[in-house]
């Protein structure tokens, strides 16, 4: 059973507006949350976390939010641009390793 | 520069015929992971090693084996390889099991024909 799940395969949005990638977990034990970053032809690379003490995480364009009652996390980036357009991985940490998601594709359109 | 190199970076086999992929890493880092991705599926991890001498399987171990004789290197073992392992093979490293921000290789590309 999925225990992190996107359930939007993909995403597409016009330059300038914001995206929101969203990602659910089930297991209330993950303590750690993280976003990758994935072009193709490379590895996956680190762009944003969170820790369950927090509700909330910001790094300039990027926001991570966490609602743990509703075992939910989001990525909002704005103003969303055509460098963006990437396919996004949520992970969940349990211990050091990492759970992911099976990944969004976002598009971002100019 | 840091960074985590994975060789060879694509690789066209047959079944039943071993092969192991390189991992290394500069960094000195103590945990390193193996993960495929296949469309669909996302990253699953294969096995992973917390340090030296150290290693524990993830979510889908079979057909793999890992070791984990120094450091800086975590080699992917397939000793009978078969089609289902076709796959995207990432190798990763992070500092340790409490900091989960893991450096990824630039993977390795396998078809087992």
């Not at chain 2, 490293?93 to 450096?103: D, H, I, K, R, V």
Request: aromatic share 12%; with cysteine; glycine share 8%.
């Amino acid at each position: 059973d999925q225990q992190v799940k996107q359930n939007s395969p993909s995403l597409s949005v016009q330059e300038g507006r914001i995206s929101i990638l969203n990602c659910d977990y089930t297991n209330s034990m993950f303590d750690y949350f993280l976003w990758y970053k994935k072009y193709p032809a490379e590895g996956p690379t680190f762009l944003i976390s969170i820790s369950s003490i927090k509700d909330k995480n910001e790094d300039g364009r990027f926001t991570v939010f966490l609602n743990k009652s509703a075992k939910h996390l989001s990525l909002h980036i704005v103003p969303s641009q055509p460098g963006d357009s990437a396919v996004y991985f949520c992970a969940a940490s349990p211990k050091g390793n990492l759970i992911f998601g099976k990944g969004t594709k976002l598009s971002v359109k100019p | 520069e840091a960074q985590v190199t994975q060789n060879p970076r694509y690789l066209i086999t047959v079944t039943g015929k071993k092969l192991t992929v390189t991992c290394s890493q500069n960094m000195n880092h103590e945990y390193m992971s193996w993960y495929r991705q296949d469309p669909g599926l996302g990253l699953r991890q294969i096995y992973y090693s917390m340090n030296v001498e150290v290693t524990d399987k993830g979510d889908v171990p079979e057909g793999y084996k890992v070791s984990r004789k120094e450091k800086r290197n975590f080699p992917l073992i397939l000793e009978s390889p078969s089609p289902n392992q076709t796959s995207l093979y990432f190798c990763a490293s992070s500092l340790g099991t409490g900091l989960a921000e893991q450096f990824f290789g630039p993977g390795t590309r396998l078809t087992v024909l």
